[in-house]
Nanobody, 126 residues
Framework: QVQLVESGGGLVQAGGSLRLSCAAS????????MGWFRQGPGKEREFVAV????????VYADSVKARFTISRDNAKNTVYLQMNNLKSEDTAVYYC???????????????????WGQGTQVTVTS
């Protein structure tokens, strides 16, 4: 139903910034909460941020709060993750996800999400 493609990952020095994009296709995702998750080397997948369908509500993991900003442009069917003051521990594959549940909330739980992208690698060097 929905395909998600992440882009914008790459290699950046600690303290730098990077902006990830998640382009959705197949159907509009304006009613879906959209989340970002990440998985570092040898680590479990973890929640990063989520934004409500209308963009009026956001939730962040404590580890990225005040550094990352999630946003969306529903006219472009795209969600973004602005990452500032990047740290080495931010190194991970970042995944975009969509929650199609009719009465979906801004969940931190990966199993609440129905559609996933293939991920984009973010590497932060010292």
């Amino acid at each position: 139903q929905v395909q998600l493609v992440e882009s914008g990952g790459g290699l950046v020095q600690a303290g730098g910034s990077l902006r990830l994009s998640c382009a959705a296709s197949g159907r509009p995702v304006s009613r879906y909460p959209m989340g970002w998750f990440r998985q570092g080397p040898g680590k479990e997948r973890e929640f990063v941020a989520v934004i409500s369908g209308g963009g009026g509500s956001t939730v962040y993991a404590d580890s990225v709060k005040a550094r990352f900003t999630i946003s969306r442009d529903n006219a472009k069917n795209t969600v973004y993750l602005q990452m500032n003051n990047l740290k080495s521990e931010d190194t991970a594959v970042y995944y975009c996800a969509a929650d199609r549940t009719i009465f979906a909330t801004t969940s931190r739980k990966a199993d609440e999400y129905d559609y996933w992208g293939q991920g984009t690698q973010v590497t932060v060097t010292s």
